[in-house]
């Protein structure tokens, strides 16, 4: 691809860039949200057309083209949310829209399900192929995805940030069916935020900032700091990371909750304590999370807030000054067709519904102090939500329950599809709300995020706490030993 | 960016167009009237405006429209509003004719529709159930309902011997509500208002006010836009939901009583046929969106008064009968909402010419 440009409504979000990506090459691309990664890939996919400039693949040139032209041509994107169809088999989504069929357009089963086995057997992945998709868990899912791409058997796989829904092994086993279509003389182009990922698996990269092309190379010939510095650029520093402030009494107590996800879960939590739950994807800490909030059933045990127990749906737990940031923010947080101004102020209405009428001026004096402190860049909070960035729509969410007063915030994922600099903003935002005397409660897969803001770290396997470490003791290496059960098996 | 544009004329009319097109489309239809009156040899005066502001399209499947409009920006579906309102009507009729009392009436009138919406609500919200099949269901029982019942009781309760429900004239407040509320106006100079289109005037106000500037309005189109996000900042989705169902079903009480008064009787087996289309239909020509979240309840002001202008075209041409009435009420419906959708396409086009060009 030379000379790529693009503009929405005016706005350049493509300067005049250039991707090469030789044949068995992998490579990475890189740059914060709103760099222009997903535009590149949409025009390159066929999916946008470009301003101008060229794609040459394999090598023809294509102008224009249609999104089946260049999968015709031979390359699949795995889109970075889910686009697996709920309601079929594993098979049928595989073959999904290129189905086999006899005359008449009856189609072959059999054989459908004989070349998925095959190409699982293949790739090695454990998925039944005629279980129902909304059966499987979202690390298969992902796995599915790739698999379906996998089975157009394309010259050039486009990965966007396939990472963020899987665990460690189901990771591990991803680089290992890249490096063996890398092998077979295919490229793969990979996005990630994740460093090490990237410095473990890809042979070349490409930095974009802003729309610009601002670094490119060999990997071989970087570091992780270089690149992340071309990334973020020069005008943000490390933030402060971790410090330590007095704790108060319990302010939250969980005795003996047992759900569907997790069982005799036990917790205190102290005022303006920053507690992480962590473990693999399923382990049950994101249920436990959300159970203290009201948002996931429980079987038996009691939550107590501030020395009362308190037991009900969302608006009990709101009512007694809990807070959560949910994690998958598109599905779960964004009330996509009002504004911001509105999207923060929902929470607080539901909880003060007297007046019932709203009076924006003094809305919008209760949202500018927030705004300010949180650092939402919008250019107005009539603004509509979707015009922000994920990192500016997360503050967005948090600006929600800070404006009820919350004292305890619970965090589910929320550095999750965040770029490196929004990342440090919400770290930052969570050291000053803890040390303002908020609780805070964080639920993330990611160890460095926990090591630099987090005073305790309990660690979940299998729905059940099997670590609970003080802040010096949180390493990824033990963190990681716990989360895989590795230490229980070890004695 | 932060630099002052001036003002531009054409540009204030392009978002007049895109974010208020129903104007629009009454205007024009507001036109063709007035020309096929003049074709007529007749003159178009103040007192076609007056018809089209009194038209049962207007004042009765508007006022349901403004109910179904909450209804649909929360992503559901009302079909019981036309039976909904015969029923109501029939109840409220009963109740003048065996009591006589005006304010009895009304509150019957408004009772029974808010008990017919809150069997909608409940089933929908709480037990779940789909909203299309739901008011399905309604929609044949209510009127069924009203079928039976007029047969079954005397003509001397029903008010009239020809399976009607009709207000009992010989009672004292009939003249009250038949001919100074149901039929009459105000007048202003030659220009005459009927007190019904005030009434429906005033409620549309209250409605835009409450979906624009309450903290319940705004929960309305936050379930309408996301539900389970909605949900999880707070908003008691199946509250919200329920309770748009109650408060359409309170509207269709409004509907009955100005069924009632302003043409006097209810026929369950021919009344308010295909309402439940025709509100659908003003609130998509008011700009609301179907799949929910987004829309303006005024738009469903000029959705009603496109409608009812429409019916007034067709029979103020002598040519065309009334049986031809819902094809052209058919085709500006698929007109409107076509150069709706087609036409940011068209533009796009359009401006990816002149860019590539």
């Known amino acids: 691809m030379t000379g790529m440009s693009k503009s929405f409504d005016g706005n350049l979000v493509l300067d005049d860039v250039n991707l090469t990506v030789e044949p068995g090459q992998i490579h990475a691309l890189l740059g914060e949200n709103g760099a222009g990664k997903s535009t590149l890939l949409n025009i390159l996919a066929g999916v946008l057309p470009a301003d101008a400039g060229t794609i040459v693949f394999d090598g023809i040139t294509y102008h224009d083209a249609s999104i089946n032209q260049m999968e015709a041509a031979g390359l699949s994107f795995v889109h970075q949310e889910l686009n697996v169809i709920n309601d079929l088999t594993v098979s049928e989504n595989i073959f999904f829209n290129h189905e086999l069929t006899y005359p008449l357009g009856v189609l072959k089963r059999s054989q459908m399900l004989a070349e998925t086995q095959a190409l699982f057997e293949r790739f090695a992945v454990d998925i039944n192929p005629t279980a129902k998709v909304s059966d499987l868990k979202t690390g298969q899912k992902q796995m599915l995805e790739i698999c379906r791409a996998l089975h157009l058997d394309a010259k050039l796989m486009i990965l966007d940030e396939p990472t963020t829904a899987l665990g460690n092994d189901e990771i591990d086993h991803l680089f290992a069916l890249i490096r063996q279509l890398k092998a077979n003389g295919k490229s793969v182009i990979f996005v990630s935020h994740k460093m090490p990922e990237i410095f473990q698996i890809a042979d070349t990269y490409t930095v974009l900032r802003n729309g610009q092309l601002v670094s490119e190379g060999s990997i071989a010939d970087t570091t992780p700091l270089a690149v992340t510095r071309a990334m973020v650029g020069e005008h943000r520093g ?254 | 960016m932060e630099k002052k544009q001036a003002f531009r004329p054409l540009d204030a009319l392009s978002s007049l167009w895109r974010n208020h097109s129903y104007v629009f489309v009454f205007v024009v239809l507001l036109v063709i009237y007035a020309i096929t009156i003049e074709a007529t040899g007749k003159t178009f005066n103040t007192g076609h405006i007056s018809a089209i502001l009194s038209s049962q399209n207007t004042v009765i499947v508007g006022s349901m429209a403004i109910g179904q409009a909450l209804v649909i920006i929360t992503g559901q579906i009302d079909l019981s509003v036309g039976s909904g309102m015969v029923l109501t009507a029939g109840v409220t009729s009963l109740v003048f004719n065996l009591t006589g009392s005006v304010p009895l009436t009304i509150l019957a009138a408004l009772a029974t529709g808010v008990l017919l919406g809150t069997i909608n609500g409940v089933l929908v919200a709480y037990a779940k159930m789909p909203p299309f099949i739901v008011t399905l269901g309604t929609m044949l029982i209510f009127r069924s309902l009203a079928l039976w019942a007029v047969r079954l009781i005397p003509a001397s309760i029903t008010g009239s011997p020809s399976s009607q429900f009709a207000l009992d004239s010989t009672k004292p407040g009939y003249n009250w509500l038949r001919m100074q509320f149901g039929t009459g106006s105000i007048k202003l100079g030659s220009f005459a208002i009927p007190y019904v289109s005030i009434l429906f005037i005033v409620i549309l106000i209250l409605f835009v006010l409450i979906a624009t500037k309450t903290k319940y309005g705004k929960s309305v189109y936050a379930v309408g836009s996301n539900a389970k996000a909605a949900g999880l900042a707070g908003v008691s989705v199946q509250r919200v939901k329920a309770s748009v169902f109650i408060v359409t079903g309170l509207l269709v009480g409004v509907a009955a009583i100005i069924q009632e008064c302003k043409v006097g009787n209810v026929t369950p087996a021919t009344s308010g046929m295909s309402f439940e289309m025709y509100s659908i239909a003003a609130v998509v020509l008011g700009g609301i969106a179907m799949a929910g979240g987004r829309g303006n309840v005024l738009g469903v002001l000029f959705g009603a008064l496109s409608y009812a202008t429409v019916v007034f075209i067709i029979v103020s041409i002598p040519a065309l009968g009334a049986d031809i009435q819902n094809t052209f009420q058919g085709l500006v419906l698929i007109l409107v909402i076509l150069v709706q959708t087609a036409g940011p396409s068209i533009r796009e086009r359009f401006r990816r010419k002149r860019v590539t060009s």
């Open chain 1, 238 to 491: 490390t933030t402060a990371g971790y410090r330590q402030r007095p704790l108060g009494d319990v302010v939250l107590e969980v005795s003996s909750l047992t759900s569907d996800a997790f069982t005799g879960v036990n917790l205190k939590v102290h005022r303006g304590e920053i507690l992480a739950l962590t473990g693999l994807a399923g382990c049950g800490a994101s249920e436990l999370l959300q159970s203290m909030f009201g948002a996931f059933p429980t079987l038996s045990g009691t939550i107590e807030i501030g020395g009362k127990p308190v037991s009900g749906g969302i608006g009990a737990f709101a009512r007694h000054g809990v807070g959560m940031l949910p994690t998958n923010r598109k599905e779960n947080s964004v009330i996509p067709d009002v504004s911001v101004l509105e999207n923060v102020y929902l929470a607080e209405h539901c909880l003060a519904f007297w007046p019932p009428y709203i009076v924006k001026r003094r809305e919008l004096e209760r949202y500018e102090p927030l705004g300010e402190m949180l650092g939402i860049r919008a250019a107005s909070p009539d603004m509509g939500i979707n015009s922000l960035s994920g990192g500016n729509q997360q503050k967005v969410f948090l600006a929600r329950w800070l404006n009820t007063d919350a004292d305890i915030m619970l965090f589910d994922n929320p550095t999750q599809g965040v770029d490196v600099g929004a990342k440090e903003d919400i770290y930052e935002l969570i050291l000053d709300l803890a040390d303002k005397g908020k609780t805070i409660v964080i639920n993330t897969l990611e160890i460095p995020e926990i090591q630099k803001v987090s005073d305790r770290c309990v660690v979940l396997y299998s729905g059940a706490v099997v670590a609970d470490l003080p802040h010096d003791a949180i390493n990824e290496h033990d963190v990681m030993a716990y989360a895989t059960n590795a230490i229980d098996a070890r004695s």
